[in-house]
C-alpha cells in the first residue's frame, strides 16, 4: 500500500475508497512472463455505515475471493500473482506476453479484503490454494529507516518496511507518499487483514503456520515497479 510519510494510508473518510493513497496507482509486472491466469470483470467492494459490502455476484465468478488479478508464470516453476486489482483496469489477458515494467492494471478494491490495496506473491505454482510462497528479491531500492534511508541494490523486503524506487520515478504516487508492504499468507487472508479498525495499518503473523509464506500484501511494494525474482528455493522456515 501507499503510505505518506506521517505513516497515513488514507485521507479524509476513510470509508471512501478513492481517499486510500493505495487506491488507482499502477500495477507492473516484476518479471517477464506469459498470463495464465486474469480477471477484469469482478465488482469492487464498498462501505457502508463503517463495515465492508461485498457485491453480490455469481458463485464462479471470485470463488476464492481474488477479485481481479493476474498470475504470470516466469518459467523455471516461478509465478507471481496479483490481486484485488479495479474492475476494468487489468491490461493483460490470458496467453498475453509480459515484459518486465510493463503496466498490467491499477490497485483496487475487489475480493476478500477489508481495503483497498495489492496482494503480490511469487509461488511455485499457478492456483494459491496449492502453491507455496518463494522468496521475492527486488533491485535498487531505498529503504527509508525513519529519518534516514539505506540503499539497497538486490534483496528482499520485508513486513512494514517502507521503500521508494531509485530507478522509477514517483510521479504516479499522491505527493508526500512513500510505499510500505505487509507480508500475508494466501491461505490465512482473512487472518492477516484482520483489524479491529481500519484506521491502523493490516497486522500479519510471521511464521505463525507449518507452510512457507513470502507473500506480499502490500502497502506496496517494488513489485509495483520492475524488480528481479527470486532464484527460487522456498525457505521452508514459513510464516
Request: charged share 25%.
Amino acid at each position: 500500500m501507499v503510505t505518506r510519510a506521517d505513516s497515513e494510508l488514507y485521507h479524509g473518510d476513510r470509508f471512501t475508497k478513492e481517499n486510500w493513497f493505495s487506491y488507482g496507482v499502477s500495477v507492473y509486472a516484476t518479471a517477464a512472463g506469459t498470463v495464465v491466469d486474469a480477471a477484469n470483470n469482478v465488482p469492487e467492494n464498498s462501505y457502508k455505515d463503517g463495515q465492508v459490502v461485498y457485491p453480490e455476484t455469481p458463485a464462479d465468478l471470485d470463488p476464492i475471493g481474488l477479485g481481479n488479478h493476474v498470475v504470470v508464470d516466469h518459467g523455471n516453476g516461478e509465478f507471481s500473482i496479483f490481486v484485488h486489482m479495479k474492475p476494468g483496469s487489468v491490461q493483460v489477458e490470458k496467453g498475453d506476453l509480459v515484459k518486465q515494467g510493463q503496466l498490467i492494471g491499477q490497485i483496487g478494491f475487489s475480493g476478500d479484503t477489508l481495503l483497498p490495496h495489492l496482494h503480490y506473491m511469487l509461488m511455485d505454482d499457478a492456483d494459491v490454494r496449492t502453491g507455496q510462497g518463494l522468496p521475492s528479491y527486488f533491485d535498487d531500492f531505498k529503504r527509508i529507516l525513519g529519518s534516514k534511508a539505506v540503499e539497497v541494490k538486490h534483496g528482499q523486503i520485508d513486513s512494514g518496511d517502507i521503500v521508494e524506487s531509485l530507478t522509477w520515478p514517483d510521479s504516479r504516487l499522491p505527493e508526500g507518499c512513500h510505499e510500505t508492504l505487509s507480508i500475508c499468507c494466501p491461505r490465512c487472508t482473512a487472518d492477516c487483514e484482520r483489524a479491529d479498525s481500519l484506521d491502523r495499518p493490516i497486522q500479519t503473523r510471521r511464521r505463525a503456520h507449518p507452510h512457507q509464506c513470502q507473500g506480499l500484501d502490500r502497502r506496496s511494494s517494488s513489485s509495483q515497479r520492475p524488480g528481479r525474482r527470486g532464484a527460487g528455493r522456498a525457505d521452508r522456515g514459513g510464516r
